[in-house]
């Protein structure tokens, strides 16, 4: 219950669709789970009043160092609950090697578009076909390969080749693997940038050519409009 009320102010943070998962919303919006961080801080004020009520006055020194101690319990618990989470993988995966640099991290704003690159939910024809159910197939309408996902996109769409080009140059040739990226992300404003510049531009093309798709589906066919047409003039005479 207390996951569930932690996932939908994280979807928020990272400007996520609502169906990212609680293990990669709360990674990306860098949130610990709420139950480790309650118990963290239980721990460090069992400590100090468990000191005064022996009559002594814990220093300032020690309930740092006591916090330190919690700070480094809730990472490595933290770590270990997501690798253990069955959803998320991929973002998971490219996250837990870095998590506390990712959590601490200043100046790097997540966007709408960056984030479904990230996690996987967005404009891609397997989240379209799979979760969303607007999409007939998973294939990609850019390049014609069977699954359209956003590592196929960040890495091996041929539509986007330019594009990917200048990003590998910004980020100093590294291989585009999810958490090849999110290392780069993080060592740097200008690959940060580099990166949401990216999905922002490859991003705002896919969904514009997804609104066009959607609404030629939705029109009527002309033939299907004179046919009315032809009804009703055929109604009006009975």
């Not at 569930?4 to 943070?13: L, N």
């Not at 709408?112 to 939910?121: D, E, I, K």
């Not at 940060?192 to 990216?198: E, I, T």
Request: net charge positive; glycine share 8%.
């Amino acid at each position: 219950m207390l996951r569930s009320a932690q996932r939908a102010p994280a979807v928020r943070v990272i400007r996520g669709y609502r169906t990212v998962s609680w293990a990669a919303a709360t990674a990306l919006a860098g949130d610990p789970p709420w139950d480790l961080v309650a118990s963290v801080r239980a721990e460090l004020f069992s400590y100090v009043s468990g000191r005064r009520t022996l009559g002594e006055n814990p220093s300032s020194e020690e309930i740092r160092a006591v916090r330190r101690q919690g700070e480094e319990r809730l990472m490595r618990e933290w770590g270990e609950d997501l690798a253990e989470q069955p959803y998320g993988r991929r973002t998971k995966a490219a996250l837990r090697p870095v998590l506390e640099r990712w959590m601490r991290r200043k100046r790097k704003p997540l966007t709408f578009r960056l984030t479904q690159v990230l996690t996987g939910h967005g404009c891609f024809g397997y989240y379209l076909c799979r979760t969303a159910r607007r999409e007939p197939g998973e294939g990609c309408h850019e390049c014609g390969a069977a699954v359209d996902s956003a590592q196929h996109t960040l890495e091996v769409c041929p539509r986007w080749a330019a594009q990917r080009q200048d990003l590998v140059a910004a980020l100093g040739g590294v291989d585009l693997s999810l958490s090849s990226v999110v290392e780069k992300m993080l060592e740097s404003d200008g690959s940060w940038l580099a990166v949401s510049s990216f999905c922002e531009t490859v991003m705002s093309t896919k969904e514009a050519s997804q609104r066009e798709r959607e609404r030629a589906a939705d029109a009527p066919s002309p033939r299907r409009r004179r046919t009315g047409v032809r009804r009703r003039q055929f109604l009006r005479l009975q």
